[in-house]
């Protein structure tokens, strides 16, 4: 059983045939359409820029927002690469922060220690799905002159208090990679209520050429044209385009359903079960894009094993990137190591059915029920 996939079907293969068709493969007619369905769907009267990784997207965010060599953005460690990466290679660099063990979120008063005078940005996770107290987030960001980039890559779909995520914040970025929420094959998206934002997001991505996109909407590209900023070929094709509006058009009615019971198929089963922890997410809106679980006294990689001899595939969402050499940090993060040597994904994606879901939890429960020499 694979801890993740792609899911595809006819419609997808049948989209990128007419791209094929039209002949026409880079950001065109039908990135600027998925870019307005998107926008739509989010509500909130944003603006969507769309590009070719979510990794792309956070870099972009970053440079859009004014950072520069030197200023500091704080990042929970618990994150996958890409967040780090995205920012020091947008010339900022990233400062490492705890997450709260019971959410596996920014923890704001491990951020407040971490604060500088060369602190510029907050960039939240949201691990899981799940958000945490974005109002809580926002007051801290404005208390302290901050710009906020949401690493909004796994929370595709999911609502707070009402609105979807990306509607209300500052600057929010998905991914459309292949097992994320909804996919364009690759992908990402930057989501922003702030026009000027929006629109160095949107010459950056096309090697920093001014307003190329309002031809290349058209099929056309610009001739006699400016560039005043540093830019990179991050555009999204239109074959990735046609992709994602097919699979955002399936979200709704199929990917969100499927996800949040297979979900709830995991908590019934999980709850109250010896041995692990149940991360605390507000399940009702959220559309899991993955499914950490804390395995507990220090039998995780005992547990792994016998779950991936039995077949199971399972992940580790992520080791910390101050456990990394690149972005190594001056000061411990006890608590993110701790929840890292807990941490266990099981198996989630929108081909699984609840009967794979207890599958995977009646393995889980063997493997907790040998004694622990054994199960070495
Ligand atoms: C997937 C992911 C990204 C990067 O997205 P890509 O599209 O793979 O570049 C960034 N942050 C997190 C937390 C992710 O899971």
Redesign the pocket.
């Known amino acids: 059983m694979r801890l993740s996939k792609s899911v595809l079907g006819p419609a997808e293969r049948d989209a990128v045939d007419r791209i094929l068709r039209a002949e026409f493969l880079g950001t065109g007619p039908e990135t600027q359409q998925f870019e307005q369905e998107l926008a739509t769907y989010l509500g909130g009267g944003v603006t969507v820029v769309c590009v070719n990784?979510?990794?792309?997207?956070?870099q972009l965010a970053c440079q859009a927002c004014g950072l520069a060599p030197g200023d500091e953005v704080l990042v929970p460690s618990l994150?996958?690469v890409?967040?780090f990466q995205?920012i020091t290679a947008a010339g900022a660099t990233p400062v490492a922060c705890e997450v709260h063990p019971a959410t596996a979120l920014l923890d704001l008063e491990d951020a407040a220690r971490r604060l500088s005078p060369r602190t510029r940005a907050i960039m939240p996770?949201h691990?899981a799905s799940s958000v945490g107290d974005l109002p809580a987030l926002y007051g801290f960001a404005r208390k302290h002159g901050l710009r906020v980039v949401e690493?909004a890559?796994?929370a595709f779909g999911c609502t707070h208090q009402g609105a979807k995520v990306g509607a209300q914040g500052d600057v929010v970025?998905f991914?459309?990679?292949g097992i994320?929420n909804i996919t364009s094959g690759?992908?990402?998206a930057v989501v922003t209520r702030d026009p000027g934002v929006a629109e160095r997001v949107r010459d950056a991505r096309l090697l920093g050429v001014m307003r190329d996109s309002e031809n290349r909407y058209q099929r056309k590209r610009s001739w006699d044209f400016d560039v005043s900023h540093a830019g990179w070929r991050y555009h999204m094709s239109d074959i990735m385009a046609a992709i994602g509006r097919v699979q955002l058009r399936r979200f709704e009615a199929d990917f969100r359903p499927r996800g949040v019971a297979l979900a709830q198929r995991y908590r019934e089963r999980l709850r109250g079960m010896p041995g692990v922890a149940l991360l605390t997410s507000d399940l009702g809106p959220v559309v899991p894009?993955i499914l950490p679980i804390r395995v507990l006294a220090g039998r995780r990689d005992a547990v792994r094993q016998q779950l991936e001899a039995a077949g199971i595939g399972t992940g580790i969402h992520y080791k910390p990137n101050h456990l990394l050499t690149r972005f190594r940090s001056p000061h411990p993060l006890p608590r993110t190591e701790a929840l890292y040597e807990e941490l266990l994904s099981l198996p989630l994606h929108p081909d699984l059915g609840e009967t794979d879901v207890d599958r995977v939890t009646d393995a889980l429960e063997q493997a907790l029920a040998l004694p622990a020499v054994l199960a070495k």
């Open positions: 990784t979510g990794t792309a997207a956070l994150t996958y890409a967040s995205a996770v691990y690493d890559a796994h970025c991914s459309f990679d994320k690759e992908g990402g894009h």
